[in-house]
């Protein structure tokens, strides 16, 4: 095998080695990254049930309920709304009207379970994904 042609198949099976280890480092990040998503792609079908995600907007007024150790409420977004069941503490500045982020995933019926609530942590903060969807709703949420 002449010299110029074992450097042409080394080339190609580092490049398919490197395609390789590429391939598992993305698999192995997409399992473990969690998107952000507002209500409004969520009723638009943007996620699935199963699928684990980060859901922001505004505590919906009137809607938080509990029973037991379990609350339920809504997140809106101004255009849409999706309903929420977390079990656990709540952060202490959780209340209706106030921005949030979930963690969890949609089961079969498309109530989004919670498994992480945060509340923003003071009057002007707001996560920039949560704010950026309150402002494409036309709600004001905080810079």
Do not use: C, N, W
């Amino acid at each position: 095998m002449r010299p110029k042609r074992r450097r042409l198949l080394l080339l190609i099976s580092a490049l398919a080695l490197l395609g390789g280890a590429a391939a598992l480092a993305f698999t192995a990040l997409d399992d473990t990254m969690r998107f952000f998503h507002s209500p409004s792609e969520v009723a638009a079908g943007a996620v699935g049930p199963g699928r684990e995600f980060r859901l922001g907007g505004l505590v919906e007024e009137g809607s938080l309920t509990r029973a037991g150790t379990t609350i339920g409420f809504r997140i809106e977004d101004g255009a849409h709304s999706v309903a929420v069941l977390y079990t656990g503490l709540l952060p202490d500045l959780f209340r209706e009207g106030q921005g949030v982020v979930a963690t969890g995933a949609l089961d079969s019926e498309r109530v989004f379970r919670a498994t992480q609530i945060l509340a923003k942590h003071d009057e002007t903060y707001m996560p920039p994904e949560a704010a950026e969807a309150l402002r494409r709703a036309g709600k004001t949420g905080g810079s």
